[in-house]
């Protein structure tokens, strides 16, 4: 049997810091940034994102998803090949999410080669800045197996102006 792990030249962890489990994305793009990985946070709005598919071939997306799944359940996607879940995937503040970004990007033909989206179900979305523990236990594990995938650290690879791996990107 194949692997199921995508490969992945940038990962990119979508969600806002300081709502629980909707961090998820950014906290797991900490992580494998320091681990060599090449690796981005996004807290921004999702038009934002779309610009971000322009900088890799082959891109791996982590976000929180609030479908009715059990906290800490893990859902990955090929988003090259179907549409992303409707109303799986939370939205900014100004209702342009993941999935408007992702088919926004598939419209304008700016998809990259290869597009992942892996969720992970969130079990509390309030204010705060700790993870959930069923969520912080699915997030160290996917960390560990997308490490075990990984070809190493980005050599040269350096971030966009403005941005640091694992923080925030403009």
């Known amino acids: 049997m194949p692997d199921p792990r995508p490969a992945f030249s940038l990962f990119i962890g979508v969600g806002h810091p300081f709502r629980r489990d909707d961090a998820v994305g950014p906290w797991m793009a900490e992580r494998l940034a320091l681990a060599g990985c ?6 921004g709005d999702g038009a ?11 891109i791996l997306i982590a976000d929180a998803t609030q479908s009715g799944a059990p906290p800490g359940h893990i859902r ?4 090259r090949a179907a549409p992303l879940p409707d109303r799986t995937f939370r939205n900014s503040t100004h209702e342009f999410g993941l999935a408007f970004a992702v088919e926004t990007a598939r419209a304008l033909g700016l998809l990259p080669r290869s597009l992942w989206v892996l969720g992970i179900e969130g079990q509390d979305f309030g204010f705060g ?3 959930s523990p069923p969520v912080a236990r699915a997030a160290e594990a996917r960390v560990e197996w997308l490490l075990d995938r990984h070809d190493g650290p980005a050599r040269g ?3 966009p102006p403005g941005s640091r791996p694992g923080k925030k990107s403009p």
């Open 157 to 159: 690879w350096q971030p």
């Open 48 to 58: 934002d994102l779309v610009g971000r598919f322009g900088m890799a071939d082959d």
């Open 38 to 43: 090449r690796a981005l946070a996004h807290t």
């Open 76 to 79: 990955l996607i090929d988003a």
């Open 129 to 131: 800045e700790t993870l």
